[in-house]
């Protein structure tokens, strides 16, 4: 664990050690995502747990929990009803669950331990939730109906500060894209944000968000990604000008490899980079004063 929860040559060891193992995992995750959800897993900011949702075979679980477990705190809670055919993964040759090769997969990967799985749908995991969430991912249902539900059920469960990311908002799923355009870049309870691949990511920060300079760079950034929405919802895939339209807009939305050093500078740590426990206990505090007042 990092005490002063910077980038370092530990972290960065570990997590090529976990890109190792996440090359290993069957999944629908790329390097450099899975490089750019081990630094959530390791330094999204204050004290608390990941939630994923759509763990599918573990690739994504892989990387976040390797970023966790260098952390030395928390765990994370997959979300998956491991069943097929699902909507987002129609193919699993012939086979009915990921579950048998999930569970191999973290344990192949030492990580059993931090991942507490949950063979379910998200939605129905939502009422009886209890942890408090620095990261989010979500990479379960697609729909503009399932992502917008996956957000709405889990964000009061997000610390201020937390890290929501989702993924295929640069691709073709109309749902992920629209609800991260129209959700969180267009919404002012979110900070700093950006893309890293195909994955979109913004920091939750109820009431600061609407800063001038965050709500400027978040219209920035839904120019480009707004511009794709036609091409997904189209549903006639990369031809004609569809094409052009996604080679036009997709390279002005940046989407490269995130550099964890002046990644940690774009966020907010709070007042001191010490005070993410402190936060997050009022946090918890407020929110269940609020509970037992509704
Ligand atoms: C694209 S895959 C996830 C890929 C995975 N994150 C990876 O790294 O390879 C989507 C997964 O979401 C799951 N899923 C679909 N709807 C869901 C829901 N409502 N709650 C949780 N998981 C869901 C599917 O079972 C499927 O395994």
Redesign the pocket.
């Known amino acids: 664990m990092s005490p002063d929860r910077t980038w370092n040559a530990s972290a960065e060891d570990a997590r090529r050690k976990a890109l190792d193992q996440v090359r290993r995992t069957p ?3 790329s390097d450099r995502e899975a490089r750019f959800l081990f630094l959530l897993g390791a330094l999204a900011p204050g004290s608390g747990d990941v939630l ?6 573990g ?2 679980t892989v990387a976040l929990a390797s970023g966790v477990q260098w952390r030395g705190e928390g765990i994370v809670h997959a ?5 097929a055919p ?1 909507p ?2 129609p193919d699993l040759k012939g086979s009915t669950t ?1 579950w048998d090769d999930f569970t191999d997969n973290i344990r192949d990967a030492g990580l059993t331990s931090l991942v507490r799985a949950q063979r379910a ?3 129905d995991i939502a009422p009886a939730f209890g942890g408090l969430l620095r990261v989010l991912w979500i ?3 697609h729909t503009t109906t ?1 992502a917008r539900r996956d957000l709405t059920l889990f964000r009061p469960f997000l610390i201020p500060g937390a890290i929501v990311a989702m ?1 295929d908002v640069l691709g073709t799923w109309e749902g992920s894209l629209r609800v991260f355009c129209e959700d969180v870049l267009a919404g002012d309870d979110f900070g700093a944000a950006g893309f890293c691949g195909s994955i979109g990511w913004a920091q939750f920060l109820p009431g600061q968000g609407g800063a001038l300079g965050h709500r400027f760079r978040r219209r920035l950034l839904a120019i480009p990604a707004g511009q794709l929405i036609p091409v997904a919802a189209s549903g006639r895939g990369l031809v004609g000008l569809n094409k052009l339209r996604y080679k036009i807009w997709r390279p002005l939305a940046p989407h490269g490899e995130v550099n964890p050093a002046r990644w940690l500078d774009r966020i907010e740590h709070g007042t001191t980079r010490g005070s993410g426990p402190r936060l997050t206990a009022c946090w918890g505090l407020l929110r269940r004063s609020d509970e037992a007042g509704s």
């Open positions: 999944g629908y995750l994923e949702i759509g763990s599918f075979k690739r994504s979300v998956d009803p491991h069943t699902s987002t993964d990921t749908f998200s939605q990479d379960g249902e399932g993924h």
